[in-house]
């Protein structure tokens, strides 16, 4: 199974992890429904951060349950864990073994909380130490750069989401998301080809804001870790406040911008940055006016909410990553100095 594999199976393992898992959810919905939660603690690292950057968002807009980043090194070198009275603690982990991560998780419990491990590994240390397992079921992910296990810890969040709400019309859209996934994953010849014009891109900017912030950071970390280029992420309001300065023309800058609330505060932006900047836009969007400024348009399927939009957006930026990998000439399954399983304390 190679990284390539690993990217086209998504949509698969996206419609198993519905068909197996809603009722899992439900009944976590419900537990975490009878408890005196006020908000989430959540933690994690890497590619799972970015999922976690999703829930902020998602949960806050969907369930109002505002949601903290947790700051490991308190739980580990510190010592010193914060109060964590009406929270429910979520660890966030494909493979479950991050000691820090897992720490989290037991002093939650320690404190009375109730705990939510999001894992692909429910036999794993973070499992062991949480209430709840939600198992994102994606299989086993030989290659490095996490892919499958970053949308199945997606959809496990958007899940999660639709149980506390409660409403079956979203429940509905969430039944779409493989169909949009093989979608998406139908401009892989466009972005191979595309790929191509920056064999020697050594840096860029990766923009979104709202949800697809978390694309944003997700792209960028798949490009640093694949192809060694310095891809920064950005919202695209952060972005204006200093680094803007640095574009030049023919300077990179992806964006992820689909329909959606802050689709018109991209748009504005994006057109600033191709007049007045003549920067370089890969774009990936579902709407004409967006891909018409790019020079490396990536369309997107249309008719996606916006909240279920970055269960989409990031598989056409897996696939730029990939192919700009194999450009370049580096390994798509070993990138230097990795391992799949990073244990952080």
């Known amino acids: 199974m190679t990284l ?16 197996s898992q809603r009722k899992t959810v439900e009944a976590i919905a419900r537990a975490i429904q009878s408890r005196q ?6 933690a994690a690292r890497g590619t799972s951060d970015n999922a976690g950057r999703y829930a902020n968002y998602l949960w806050g807009a969907m369930n109002g349950l505002p949601l903290a980043l947790a700051t490991p090194s308190l739980f580990t070198f510190y010592q010193q864990p914060p109060q964590l009275k009406n929270a429910l603690v979520v660890g966030i982990s494909q493979s479950g073994q991050s000691p820090d991560i897992v ?3 037991a002093e939650g419990k320690r404190q009375g909380c109730p705990t939510l491990a999001i894992t692909n590994a429910p036999d794993s240390p ?9 198992d994102i079921q994606a299989g086993p992910e030989r290659a490095v750069a996490a892919t499958k296990t970053y949308t199945a810890e997606l959809l496990a969040i958007a899940m999660l989401a639709a149980a506390l709400r409660g409403e079956e019309a979203n429940w509905q859209e969430l039944q ?11 401009t892989d010849d466009a972005v191979a080809r595309m790929a191509q014009r920056y064999c020697y891109m050594q840096q860029c900017v990766v923009l979104g804001r709202g949800y697809n912030y978390a694309t944003a950071f997700e792209w960028a970390l798949k490009l640093k870790e694949l192809t060694y280029v ?3 992420p950005y919202s695209s309001a952060d972005f204006q406040h200093g680094p803007i300065a640095m574009v030049e023309r023919r300077f990179p800058v992806m964006a992820v911008v689909p329909q959606g609330k802050v689709f018109a505060s991209l748009i ?6 191709r007049r007045d900047h003549l920067a370089e836009l890969v774009v990936i969007s579902n709407v ?21 939009s970055p269960l989409v957006t990031i598989i056409p930026a897996q696939l730029f990553s990939y192919h700009l990998t194999q450009v370049k000439g580096y390994d798509t399954e070993a990138p230097r100095t990795l391992r799949k399983i990073t244990e952080t304390r």
């Open 4 to 19: 390539y594999d690993e990217i086209h199976e998504q949509p698969q393992r996206l419609a198993n992890l519905l068909a």
């Open 103 to 105: 720490s989290v998780l």
């Open 230 to 232: 310095e891809a920064e």
């Open 288 to 308: 004409a006016s967006a891909l018409s400024l790019a020079q490396s348009p990536i369309p997107l399927p249309e008719g996606i909410p916006e909240w279920l």
């Open 176 to 186: 779409q998301t493989p169909a949009w996934a093989e979608a998406a994953l139908r």
């Open 268 to 273: 504005h932006l994006l057109e600033a940055l």
């Open 37 to 42: 939660v006020c908000y989430a603690f959540l």
């Open 126 to 134: 973070l499992a062991n130490a949480a209430d709840f397992v939600l």
